[in-house]
């Protein structure tokens, strides 16, 4: 019997806490603020008068000298960006190792394999390193990486620094030889 009267007055103050028992509609009528109104204009910021038409042409002067200075500027980075010999990229590095002859037979593979990409040894001492490719973004790279990762499974994606005017120079050589 004790239980019950616990079971009935838990219920009873868990459905009245969830609004069950006891829904009132919360706050008052709505028409009592009909006719409110508030003058906020004290508090307001005040800004100054617009400029007139001859502060505009003014202005429009000095920011014809900015533009200036700043084509001024943007002209000489692009001079010494064009200075640069060379440029930051990414390449396929498919071999790394000490083995000369190793390297040799990888990069014949890589070219027989895939005879549209430029294959390139280098050798830093102690090690030689076969690369494919020369990209100036990562997402240039993947698409090549994918297929050489089918055959080089040791392939993978790296920063490398590589002759900015390479191409240029192989085509002004080619019409050199056609001459």
Known sequence: ??????????SLLVF????????RKSGGNIDRYNNYTEDLASSR???????????????????SAIDTELNNRISQIAEENSKELFVNGFT?????????????EIRNEAYSEFPQTQSYMEYQQP?????????VNKIEALATYEKMNTVFSSSRIIK??????????KEENLEDVER
């Open 45 to 63: 910021v005040q800004f100054a008068e617009l400029p007139t038409s001859e502060a505009v042409t003014e202005e429009s002067s000095s920011a």
């Open 127 to 135: 090690r030689y390193l076969v690369k494919v490719g020369r990209f």
């Open 1 to 10: 019997m004790f239980k019950k009267i616990n079971i009935y007055l838990l």
């Open 16 to 23: 009245s806490s969830c609004g069950i028992i006891n829904i």
């Open 92 to 104: 396929i590095l498919i071999y790394s190792g000490v083995d000369r002859e190793k390297a040799f």
């Open 160 to 169: 490398d620094k590589f002759p900015k005017f390479a191409e240029e120079k």
